[in-house]
């Protein structure tokens, strides 16, 4: 039987590197690429020598800028990024079709049958480094690593050095995995570290060791997961892109919000960029959180950083609105009285293929907007009309650029707050009660 061989790629440093490639000026230069340029705007890619200094991803502009007043601050440029993503991917999808796109800069690839052996992979390996080198930019660099399991492959890609490959395999698994630390491990944040701390386990290799069962005595089925990870057993296999686990997205206001009006209508726009996603590929949610930011001196106040949800529904979630309500009502729910946000991210989860069944229960009725004393929509209009305007709103608006409608009463804004403040290009909007568009 042939050895399964799966290659992990990851690009170090992408967005700075992208911009170093795209400008020769800033190659060997402390360069991070921000969210927003803002003072409070984080750092999402720091270039290597800014790496060096101790500017780090997550760090925000300010503190970039105490550090080393030369850093050289981008703000981020998805377009470029993507364009050579779709350089890089062209050239891996040459050595098997069997790829899994996980992120804008990582993937994993399949080389079960397409190679004999590890040898060959590992050459593989530097003809694909080459080629990405050759054909998309010098200056770009990449980690990979080769393993017989997906989380293997992950854990070569994550820990060999920046732009060597890592093998692990059958013969070296133990000692390559074993002195490291939990945190190492692709899956285990702090939180999961210090819980594992508490069974005594401190290394890789004591989870490696440690009984099964008695991991999944503590942690369920988690606790199998996570033995059968670090003892190279496989679980779940490539995933799809057609099928991502969960759709999210996030955003950190650009500036301070006044009221909740702010925060809604970029909520909004977050639920609709998901709900767009999530009709494209043809899925329902089953699942959906929240979670937000407030800023530090709220957070003095109140003793955290922020908070939010999560819930798992007994009905799928399909209409942007219904995404929306969700979230809007846990973010009501946790946040502190007085306390506005200054980051918000949304996501949902528990995807399947679109059911196209009806909700049932009158008891799941929209809640009540708090603000507002009024329901966000009746039942009956959901379940006839929602699914279907969803569609025909999507359709105008692949059409015509996103936002050239959108639901007028839906959002509940007020106009200094309406959605185009924060992106949106509004022109025509659909007024639900009297059913009809309005310019
Ligand atoms: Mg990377």
Not at 132 to 154: F, H, N, Y
Not at 260 to 269: C, I, Q
Not at 384 to 407: I, S
Request: hydrophobic share 40%.
């Amino acid at each position: 039987m042939l050895p399964r061989i799966i290659l992990h790629l990851d690009m170090n440093s992408y967005f700075a590197s992208v911009e170093q490639q795209a400008n020769p000026f800033l190659r060997g230069k402390p360069v991070g690429v921000v969210a927003t340029m803002t003072p409070n705007g984080c750092v999402i890619a720091s270039s290597i020598e800014a790496k060096a200094k101790g500017i780090k991803t997550g760090v925000r502009v300010k503190e970039a800028r105490a550090i080393d007043p030369n850093v050289i601050l981008i703000p981020n440029d998805s377009s470029k990024y993507r364009s050579c993503t779709e350089g890089i991917f062209r050239i891996l999808r040459q050595y098997t079709e069997d790829i899994e796109m996980y992120s804008i800069d990582e993937a994993f690839l399949n080389l079960t049958g397409f190679v004999p052996s590890y040898s060959q992979a590992e050459t593989m390996a530097a003809d694909i480094r080459q080629r990405i080198q050759a054909e998309v930019g010098d200056w770009l660099r990449c980690s990979m690593g080769i393993a017989p399991t997906r989380w293997l492959a992950k854990f070569g890609g994550d820990t060999a050095p920046k732009g060597a490959t890592l093998i692990v395999h059958r013969g070296n698994l133990h000692q390559t995995l074993d002195p490291r630390p939990l945190t190492d491990a692709w899956g285990i944040a702090h939180n999961l570290e210090r819980r594992l701390n508490l069974l005594n386990l401190y290394s890789l290799g004591d989870l490696r060791r440690y009984p099964v069962i008695n991991l999944m005595q503590v942690f369920g089925i988690n606790g199998y997961v996570l033995w059968a990870n670090v003892n190279g057993i496989e679980i779940p296999g490539l995933r799809t892109p057609e099928q991502p686990k969960s759709i999210g997205h996030s955003h950190v206001f650009s500036r301070k919000a006044e009221s909740l009006d702010y925060p809604k209508a970029v909520l909004a726009k977050l639920c609709e960029k998901a709900g767009r996603r999530l009709r494209r590929l043809d899925l329902e949610a089953y699942g959906v959180w929240l979670s937000y930011g407030v800023p530090d001196w709220v957070a003095a106040r109140i003793g955290r950083a922020g908070g939010g949800g999560g819930k798992k529904l007994p009905y799928a979630l399909y209409d942007t609105h219904d995404i929306f309500r969700h979230c809007w009502q846990m973010l009501l729910d946790d946040l502190p009285k007085r306390a506005l946000p200054n980051f918000l991210a949304m996501g949902l989860f528990y995807l399947k293929p679109r059911s196209r069944q009806l909700r049932l229960w009158s008891s799941l009725a929209p809640p009540i907007d708090r603000a507002t004393s009024r329901s966000w929509r009746s039942l009956s209009d959901d379940m006839e009309r929602g699914p279907a305007l969803a569609q025909a709103l999507d359709t105008l608006n692949d059409q015509f650029g996103d936002f050239t409608v959108a639901r007028g009463s839906f959002w509940g804004l007020n106009e200094k707050d309406a959605p185009d403040r924060v992106g949106f290009r509004k022109t025509v909007t659909y007024d639900p009660a009297a059913d009809r568009y309005v310019w």
